[in-house]
C-alpha cells in the first residue's frame, strides 16, 4: 500500500492536504502527522481544511500548519494532488469544489466503512483504530521516526478516535503503536489533560442544555437529543465542541443506542448515532447517504428533526423487534 502513496507523491509537484467538514480529533491529527512525513521527504505541501480545528488542539500547533477556506486561506498553486484523510473525497465540506476541481488527481487515506469506487486511489482499511494509525504505518514503512511534536499530535487522534484506547477497533496493534509513540515522548496524562480537561464553559453549559431534551425510546434502548443553533447561541459553544456529547446517554446499562441531532451555526442540519456493537450504525447512515463506522456513524438531514427523529426510530424499532 505504501508503494501506491510513493508513487502518488513522486508524481505530485505540490500536494494538498484536506478532511471532513468540522474536522475531529483523527482528522487534524492524522494531517499534522502526514504534512511531517511529506515535508521530510522534501514534498512541497499544505493542509487546507473547510472548518476550523477546535481551540483545545492548539497545543499541537494547529494555528501553525493547518489553513482554513474563508478565513484563512492559503495560496494555492493552479494545479495539485489532493490527499483526502478520514472521510470520503466527497465528503470535505465548503472547500471541496475548489479542491476536485483543481486537484490532478485525488488519494484517500481512511479506515471509515464506506466502499470506494475505483475512481479513487488510496489506502483504505476499515479494520483501523483509526487515520492516524494508518499514518503511523506507513511512517513506519518509510523509516521515518516522527519527532515528539507528531507524536503527540499521532497518539491525540488515536485517543480521539479510539475512545481513549477502548472503542471497537482497538487492537494490540492500537496499543503498540500508543506504546511507541510513548517510547517518543508523548506524555498520556499531558495529552488526557489537554484533550479531556481543557473544555471551555461554553461547553459544560452546551452540555447542561443538550441534556435537557433528552428522551428515552423503545423501552429506553435508544436515547434521542437535539443541539439545535439556538442552544449553540446560548451556551456561547461552537458546533464543534458539541461532537462528544452523544456518548453521554450510552454511560445508562439499559441505553444501546443513541442518536443526537445536531446543527450548525448556519443551519446545517445532522444526525449522528452511536451505538454498544450489537446495532449498525453504519447500516443506518448509509440509507441516508452518510457514512462511518459500526459504532458510530452519521448523515445530514434535509428535512426536519422531528421528521427524521421518527424515521431514524421506525428503522431502529425492526432491529429491537
Ligand atoms: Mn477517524
Same mark, same amino acid.
Given at each position: 500500500?505504501?508503494?501506491?502513496?510513493?508513487?502518488?507523491?513522486?508524481?505530485?509537484?505540490?500536494?494538498?492536504?484536506?478532511?471532513?467538514?468540522?474536522?475531529?480529533?483523527?482528522?487534524?491529527?492524522?494531517?499534522?502527522?502526514?504534512?511531517?512525513?511529506?515535508?521530510?521527504?522534501?514534498?512541497?505541501?499544505?493542509?487546507?481544511?473547510?472548518?476550523?480545528?477546535?481551540?483545545?488542539?492548539?497545543?499541537?500547533?494547529?494555528?501553525k500548519y493547518i489553513n482554513q477556506i474563508n478565513t484563512k486561506n492559503p495560496q494555492l498553486p493552479e494545479r495539485f494532488s489532493l490527499i483526502v484523510?478520514?472521510?470520503?473525497?466527497?465528503?470535505?465540506?465548503?472547500?471541496?469544489?475548489?479542491?476536485?476541481?483543481?486537484?490532478?488527481?485525488?488519494?484517500?487515506?481512511?479506515?471509515?466503512?464506506?466502499?470506494?469506487?475505483?475512481?479513487?486511489?488510496?489506502?483504505?482499511?476499515?479494520?483501523?483504530?483509526?487515520?492516524?494509525?494508518?499514518?503511523?504505518?506507513?511512517?513506519?514503512?518509510?523509516?521515518?521516526?516522527?519527532?515528539?511534536?507528531?507524536?503527540?499530535?499521532?497518539?491525540?487522534?488515536?485517543?480521539?478516535?479510539?475512545?481513549?484506547?477502548?472503542?471497537?477497533?482497538?487492537?494490540?496493534?492500537?496499543?503498540?503503536?500508543?506504546?511507541?509513540?510513548?517510547?517518543?515522548?508523548?506524555?498520556?496524562?499531558?495529552?488526557?489533560?489537554?484533550?479531556?480537561?481543557?473544555?471551555?464553559?461554553?461547553?459544560?453549559?452546551?452540555?447542561?442544555?443538550?441534556?435537557?431534551?433528552?428522551?428515552?425510546?423503545?423501552?429506553?434502548?435508544?436515547?434521542?437529543?437535539?443541539?439545535?443553533?439556538?442552544?449553540?447561541?446560548?451556551?456561547?459553544? +461552537?458546533?464543534?465542541?458539541?461532537?462528544?456529547?452523544?456518548?453521554?446517554?450510552?454511560?445508562? +446499562?439499559?441505553?444501546?443506542?443513541?442518536?443526537?441531532?445536531?446543527?450548525?451555526?448556519?443551519?446545517?442540519?445532522?444526525?449522528?448515532?452511536?451505538?454498544?456493537?450489537?446495532?449498525?450504525?453504519?447500516?443506518?447512515?448509509? +440509507?441516508?447517504?452518510?457514512?462511518?463506522?459500526?459504532?458510530?456513524?452519521?448523515?445530514?438531514?434535509?428535512?426536519?428533526?422531528?421528521?427524521?427523529?421518527?424515521?431514524?426510530?421506525?428503522?431502529?424499532?425492526?432491529?429491537?423487534?
Open positions: 500500500m505504501v508503494k501506491d502513496f510513493i508513487e502518488y507523491i513522486n508524481r505530485a509537484e505540490y500536494l494538498v492536504l484536506t478532511s471532513h467538514e468540522s474536522p475531529d480529533g483523527d482528522a487534524i491529527c492524522s494531517e499534522l502527522g502526514l504534512y511531517k512525513l511529506l515535508v521530510s521527504l522534501n514534498k512541497k505541501v499544505i493542509i487546507l481544511n473547510s472548518d476550523e480545528a477546535e481551540e483545545k488542539y492548539d497545543f499541537l500547533n494547529t494555528r484523510m478520514d472521510t470520503h473525497p466527497y465528503n470535505i465540506g465548503k472547500a471541496g469544489e475548489l479542491l476536485r476541481s483543481n486537484a490532478d488527481e485525488v488519494f484517500v487515506i481512511d479506515h471509515h466503512e464506506d466502499s470506494y469506487s475505483d475512481e479513487f486511489i488510496g489506502i483504505h482499511d476499515s479494520t483501523a483504530s483509526s487515520t492516524c494509525q494508518l499514518v503511523f504505518q506507513m511512517m513506519e514503512e518509510l523509516n521515518f521516526k516522527p519527532d515528539v511534536e507528531t507524536s503527540n499530535a499521532l497518539f491525540s487522534g488515536i485517543v480521539y478516535d479510539t475512545g481513549s484506547f477502548q472503542y471497537k477497533k482497538t487492537t494490540s496493534e492500537t496499543f503498540r503503536i500508543g506504546g511507541n509513540l510513548v517510547e517518543n515522548g508523548v506524555d498520556p496524562f499531558t495529552i488526557h489533560n489537554h484533550l479531556d480537561q481543557s473544555n471551555s464553559k461554553a461547553f459544560l453549559v452546551l452540555q447542561m442544555e443538550v441534556m435537557k431534551t433528552l428522551e428515552f425510546h423503545l423501552n429506553d434502548s435508544v436515547t434521542s437529543m437535539t443541539m439545535s443553533k439556538e442552544l449553540l447561541k446560548k451556551s456561547g459553544a +461552537k458546533y464543534e465542541e458539541g461532537q462528544p456529547l452523544i456518548n453521554l446517554p450510552l454511560i445508562c +446499562k439499559d441505553v444501546e443506542i443513541s442518536i443526537l441531532f445536531k446543527e450548525n451555526e448556519s443551519g446545517v442540519k445532522r444526525c449522528s448515532v452511536r451505538s454498544k456493537g450489537n446495532f449498525d450504525c453504519f447500516e443506518l447512515a448509509n +440509507k441516508y447517504n452518510g457514512g462511518g463506522h459500526k459504532t458510530a456513524a452519521g448523515f445530514k438531514i434535509s428535512g426536519s428533526f422531528e421528521e427524521t427523529k421518527q424515521q431514524v426510530l421506525e428503522e431502529i424499532s425492526h432491529f429491537f423487534s
